[in-house]
């Protein structure tokens, strides 16, 4: 590792920095080659100047939201449009990881597919390994207009001067509510500003609705526990990490935590779901809940009552922007010929346009990545579609210890396990995740930051 070069201090090296931390004991558990050769940094743009598009690509997705259905749509559409390429969609795991694990995988001689989705965690492992491309020759030759990509979301796949990805299934949390369990109780019909308004409001409804399993019902710890908690966090004032300072054992944080896991032990009116804290919601079982956007057409065609969403509540310190966002975005493999990357761009093109991404925002909830994309017959059938973009104007930047420091996801969801489901000690459970945090940093990422 000691081959890797000095970074800057800025915003897009953390994405770097982040990646060389991921190095060989993170993409070795993914079955993915060395980190510790070559570099995707010197990856030029790459002429495509008179290469004819494949005729057949394979599309590898998770269908996040839920989306088999619209993807498999979307496509019949492009080849309805042209009959010169046929993309096949192909299932490559049930959630971001094991797309993840499929792909790293594939690197070793495998079958490679032709555009493969990630996440927000996951795109820079491969941007490290110089295994997918940049786009922006693709993008001027295809003439995309980047202009119209919401720019919160765009920037997210950008490094070095160019672009790896473009966004596609983007999210934020939302806070879902059972309407008739708040009216019951006489109630606001609205989300509850902070958590400590809803502490005071959990008894109320509790009383109001004795069949229900639980008031709120925290998302399940498997289901990104440190992408959710960072909610709770911000508005106390806490926070997994300032930039690469962890903070996991800091007062605020402990003191965060402790008020979460209450919820559960102490006053008795939350739990933590097992699976699909939005499935909890959609079955009448709880009465709220946190759930991504991407959840949220799924909910309101389950469930049997009227559901309300709300921006993130805050907390005793911060009110507003403590709301993440996150999701996925697209990429094209580096070792595929010229000719399957030019027709994987022309489907990307065509499956992130103006039309296509309402379409998608409208059969799963994700928002739309487009500016221009028309959203009036979606919020027509779907208002609270509306929410989830509103809200998009007061998140926040993710912790760098989250999304930069490699298997840090997995660890916070851990200390999380042990919190709210084993009623472990809080300060301890943080103390072990702080230094098990640091040990990351010193370890993996500290080593490549410039003085």
């Not at 057949?56 to 979307?74: C, L, R, V, Y």
């Not at 309402?358 to 929410?387: C, N, W």
Request: net charge neutral; with cysteine; aromatic share 10%.
């Amino acid at each position: 590792m000691s081959g890797f070069p000095k970074l800057p201090l800025d915003r897009r090296s953390f994405l770097s920095l982040a990646a060389l931390g991921a190095g060989a004991a993170t993409l070795a558990a993914c079955g993915g080659p060395s980190t510790t050769s070559g570099g995707p940094t010197a990856q030029a743009d790459i002429d495509f100047s008179g290469v004819k598009p494949a005729s057949q690509i394979t599309f590898w997705s998770n269908h996040p939201g839920k989306s088999e259905d619209a993807e498999k749509a979307i496509i019949e559409k492009f080849h309805a449009s042209q009959s010169d390429i046929k993309v096949n969609l192909v299932t490559a795991g049930a959630n971001y990881e094991e797309v993840a694990q499929k792909f790293q995988t594939a690197q070793q001689g495998g079958e490679l597919p032709n555009i493969v989705i990630f996440s927000d965690v996951w795109w820079f492992r491969y941007f490290l390994n110089g295994s997918i491309i940049p786009l922006d020759s693709l993008l001027k030759q295809l003439d995309f207009k980047i202009s119209d990509y919401r720019k919160q979301l765009l920037g997210d796949y950008q490094y070095g001067g160019k672009q790896w990805a473009v966004p596609y299934a983007r999210s934020t949390p939302l806070f879902y509510y059972n309407k008739d369990h708040f009216k019951a109780a006489g109630l606001p019909d609205r989300a509850p500003k902070t958590w400590q308004e809803f502490a005071e409001w959990a008894p109320k409804i509790k009383a109001a609705n004795p069949g229900i399993q639980n008031v709120y019902q925290h998302p399940a710890l498997a289901d990104y526990a440190g992408w959710t908690l960072q909610n709770q966090l911000w508005g106390e004032g806490a926070a997994w990490s300032d930039k690469f300072t962890i903070t996991a054992d800091a007062d605020k944080t402990v003191k965060a935590m402790q008020m979460v896991q209450d919820t559960v032990y102490k006053d008795k009116w939350a739990g933590v779901s097992s699976k699909d804290a939005s499935a909890d919601l959609s079955a009448g079982a709880v009465s709220a809940t946190m759930s991504s956007t991407g959840s949220l057409v799924g909910v309101l065609k389950a469930a049997k009552f009227n559901v309300g969403v709300g921006f993130l509540p805050g907390g005793s310190v911060n009110t507003t922007n403590v709301c993440p966002t996150g999701g996925a975005g697209l990429g094209i493999p580096k070792n595929n010929t010229k000719e399957q990357q030019l027709a994987a761009a022309t489907f990307l093109k065509f499956l992130t346009s103006p039309e296509n991404t309402a379409a998608f925002s409208a059969a799963t909830g994700y928002m739309p990545v487009r500016e221009s994309a028309d959203m009036s017959a979606v919020l027509a059938k779907h208002p609270q579609i509306k929410t989830a973009i509103d809200q998009l104007s007061v998140t926040r930047q993710q912790d760098y210890a989250r999304v930069f420091l490699p298997g840090a996801d997995q660890e916070m969801a851990k200390a999380a396990g042990k919190i709210l489901t084993q009623q472990g000690d809080v300060k301890s459970a943080l103390d072990e995740l702080q230094k098990t945090l640091q040990g990351i940093y010193d370890n993996d990422v500290k080593p490549h930051l410039s003085a």
